[in-house]
């Protein structure tokens, strides 16, 4: 008896040293990339660390999120932010899973479609605001100079917040959708046909048969999909720099500030352009702090949604 | 539901934590394998799209001749030189030669600069970087900038760009020039953007004018008066009528919408009598088309006042990092830029800039960069070139820049333009 215990927990023992060791590779380089860092980056922005090692640098404890809460740009860069990301949000997810819909009906060259929605997922953010600058600079003004419409012919839609805002979101939406739409797709796929040929014969008609039975069947599929918009809402970068570049200007409590510049920019702006590395990294902590609650929260909510299977 | 959550905070983490580290990351065009056999590879780290090619030619021969690999890198356009300075140094693989670009680079990397005094370029050139006495950077050329431009256009309307030398006389020449644009193929009088994302241009190059024009080239007290948040009055008005007189006779689209590229391209093809640039538009102008004749104009920021000479000076430096392996090699390669047919040939004639050393008698054949050495060599007036970059680090893009854009929207007015600069330069007294 007393042997047989031995060689068990001997060999748990074993077994454990099995398991760290297959997780080792996995854990390592999650604490060196992004553990350590993430934990410096939090120290640093409690200094006034300018971002050269030999300098050295003071600890100034929570001045740079004083600074940064009192700065009105700040504040308005967290306001345009979540302005964004809901519109974003709501946008992006509304098309995308219009979207997964039409490519999951029975509509004639349906693959095609499939492949061309996802398509502007795979070129860069950078070159995608770039093409759309070109198109809300360029295009849609000769399309109204040639057509005699007047209203696009005369409206630079980079030039005016609310519109430039607007066309984040357009290319925002643009980008985003096709990938979104992918998601949607695959649990499309998975809802049981059983189940909407029974109601289909019960007498429920298309809406009904989408919201009582295949939105709630693919709620899983929502959580995941508003999770990642929200998130990558919160955080766009790439296309505000090269499509607005934060502009137009406008004005804000009586100083003149970037319509557009978004938290991302902002936190850019601010450890870059302003040589303030120490603010920017406090400002980047706060959006982290910001998003984790965001994301909590919708994830709690649309999981208490999800069918137990 | 538990796990849920922590893997939703855990993405959530690693994604910013991502994002926030791309952003200081920048993205360096590596010229070659940097790291590999230190003690024998030079870097050299610059931030001119222009010098990349011919000085990667020109690096491969004088490694060869002095046995070492030298490696190029550049960083320029999209790419933010300071943040992958940072990223280099912190990784530990701070360049053997750096830029800066003033006293604000100075700053930066006063720690690990090399003075460079008694080397024996320095008694070629009055372009050097002086601070506290000691010669710490190597004038990569002489720019300059003023108003350039199309001389073939304005002596079909008729003005002599040598009249223009104050506000009345600009007004004059643009309303002129105004008039008589279906007959000369034109879209405006001047090409100027104010654009987000363009508005260095305004808030470095348009400013020298209210801290610089019209004073010694070294005077330095209306910038000095701006650092303690003063402003000079009757100069900020007389600015704001020059800002205005530009805007007026810019047409909305280039001065709303669109980008430097667009700027320098559209004067290129001939569209604008003048391009608020400087020699560095050579390449896009000459792209576009542009090979008439050009020249520069003064600014006139002072009203009635005569403003007669060009913004010109060195744009960046060469400096040594002090801890390099290669200390003797780096400084043996900036004499060499200096002193070799190849060097001065190469800064010059290939790649289009105006030399900042006397002994060099090569001169660029770009139509802006001819202009401005034309100018030096009649012994124009200079004012100060770099007077703005004693201004804190983004308040002339981000603080001044948005200002211009109000005024360009026309959101605001005169007035309410002299008050918001006013109250942002007020700022930096704090």
Known sequence: MAAK??????????DRLTYMLFLAP?????????????????????????????????????QNYINSIKDIRFQYSSMITIVFALINFISVNVVAFSLALLVSSKIKGRNIYRTGFFLPNLIGGIVLG????????????????????????????????????????IAGT???????????????????????????????????????????????????????????????????????????????????????????????????????????????????????????????????????? | MKKLVALAAMLAMALTVSACGSNGGGSGNDGGNSGTDAAKTLIVYQ???????????????????????????????????????????????TPDIFVIEGITGYNLYKDIMEPMDG?????????????????????????????????????KAGVD?????????????????????????????????????????????????????GLAYDDTSVTDMALKGEVDAARLSTYADWVELLFNYTDKKMLTVNSNDEQMAEFGAGKYAFLHQGTWADQPVLEAGGTFKMGFAPHAPLGAEETNGLFAGAPSWYCLNKDSANLDLAKKFLNDLCFSEEGQKMMTEEVGLVSAFENNTHRPTGPLSSALA?????????????????LPDGFNMNTLGPIYGQFALGNIDKATFIQMFADAIATLGK
């Open chain 1, 130 to 169: 770039y093409i759309w600058q070109f198109i809300f600079n360029n295009v849609l003004i000769s399309i109204g100079e040639n057509y005699g419409i007047s209203l696009l012919a005369n409206t630079f839609f980079l030039t005016d917040p609310k519109l430039a805002v607007l066309a984040l979101v």
């Open chain 2, 374 to 390: 034309d100018w030096i060599e009649q012994g124009g007036t200079a004012y100060s070139f770099t007077n703005q970059y004693s």
């Open chain 2, 47 to 93: 931030n001119k799209a222009e010098v990349t090619t011919p000085m990667q030619d020109y690096a491969e021969k004088w490694g060869a001749d002095n046995g070492v690999k030298v490696v190029v890198k550049t960083c320029t356009g999209s790419c933010d030189y300071g943040a992958a300075m940072k990223a280099d140094i912190n990784a530990g693989e």
């Open chain 2, 161 to 213: 760009p040598k009249t223009l030398t104050n506000l009345p006389a600009y007004e004059e020449a643009f309303a002129k020039i105004d008039g008589m644009k279906d007959e000369l193929g034109l879209t405006a009088v001047v090409s100027l953007v104010s654009a987000e994302g363009s508005t260095w241009v305004l808030g470095n190059h348009n400013f020298a004018g209210y801290l610089s024009s």
């Open chain 2, 119 to 155: 080397e024996a370029w320095v008694d070629q050139t009055q372009y050097e970087f002086v601070q506290d006495g000691k010669v710490y950077g190597y004038p990569v050329a002489v720019e300059g900038y003023g108003l350039a431009y199309n001389a073939e256009i304005l002596e």
């Open chain 1, 5 to 14: 215990k031995k060689t068990l927990t001997s060999r748990k023992r074993a």
């Open chain 1, 174 to 309: 643009w980008q985003y959708a096709g990938y979104i739409m992918m998601i949607y797709y695959t649990a499309l796929q998975n809802v049981p046909k059983e189940l909407l040929e029974s109601a289909d014969l019960d007498g429920a008609n298309a809406w009904q048969r989408l919201r009582h039975i295949t939105i709630p069947m693919i709620m899983p599929a929502f959580t995941v999909a508003l999770f990642l918009t929200l998130s990558s809402s919160f955080k766009s970068y790439d296309v505000v720099m090269s499509l607005t570049n934060g502009g137009p200007s406008m004005l804000w409590q009586g100083q003149a500030i970037k319509a557009t510049e978004l938290i991302s920019v902002n936190i850019y702006n601010t450890a870059s352009v302003n040589n303030l590395m120490a603010e920017g990294q406090a400002r980047a902590v706060m959006l982290f702090v910001v998003l984790v609650v965001v994301s909590v929260i919708q994830t709690s909510i649309t999981k208490r949604k999800e069918i137990e299977s």
């Open chain 1, 26 to 62: 996995a854990l390592l380089s999650f604490l060196l990339v992004i553990a350590v860092p993430f934990f410096m980056g939090i120290y640093f922005s409690l200094t006034n660390w300018t971002g050269i090692t030999q300098s050295g640098f003071d600890f100034v404890g929570l």
